[in-house]
């Protein structure tokens, strides 16, 4: 019925809107996107009550802008990983620097990517939608929380 690769993007989207935990910096962590994608599919899904032209509109949206958003991804985890070398080597600091600014670029590139893309979707989505998304991301949040307090509690 529905597609792993658009809930992801409604899970972007909704940490995107401040739905649940803060975006990095422009781009979600890894660990955040992982935990996000594990959340139960069809609960949200159901709760949105998506129509087939929701759900059309919102992959054409994701597809639109889907190889520039992965190239600029890619070129900053690439820059990133370059900075973490430079520092640890004997580049000097305008080096570091040059890059540092390479980063903060490519950061700022998609943030803004994910922006646009994130208002465009935004549109899509009745008030009822917007709301009930809200809720769900954030219940999905306090039960995150709660599980890695547990989780901290019961180490040995």
């Known amino acids: 019925m529905f597609n792993h690769k658009l809930f992801s993007l ?29 959340m139960p599919q069809g609960e949200v899904l159901k709760k949105l009550n998506l129509s087939n032209t929701q759900m059309q509109q919102l992959k054409a949206i ?17 820059a990133s990983q370059d900075i973490q070398n430079l520092l640890a080597g004997t580049a000097s600091t305008e080096q570091i620097r040059s890059k540092f600014n390479q980063v903060q670029n490519l950061k700022q590139q998609v943030a803004k990517l994910q922006f646009e893309q994130m208002l465009a979707m935004r549109e899509i989505l009745t008030p009822q939608q917007r709301t009930q998304l809200a809720q769900t991301m954030a219940q999905f949040k306090g039960n995150m929380r709660q599980r890695l307090q547990d989780r901290r509690q019961n180490r040995p």
């Open 10 to 38: 409604l899970t972007t989207t909704a940490l995107m809107l401040g739905f649940s935990t803060p975006i990095w910096v422009g781009s979600i962590e890894p660990s955040q996107a992982q935990r996000f994608e594990n």
């Open 62 to 78: 994701r597809d639109r802008n889907k190889d520039t958003l992965k190239s600029s991804t890619q070129q900053l985890r690439q």
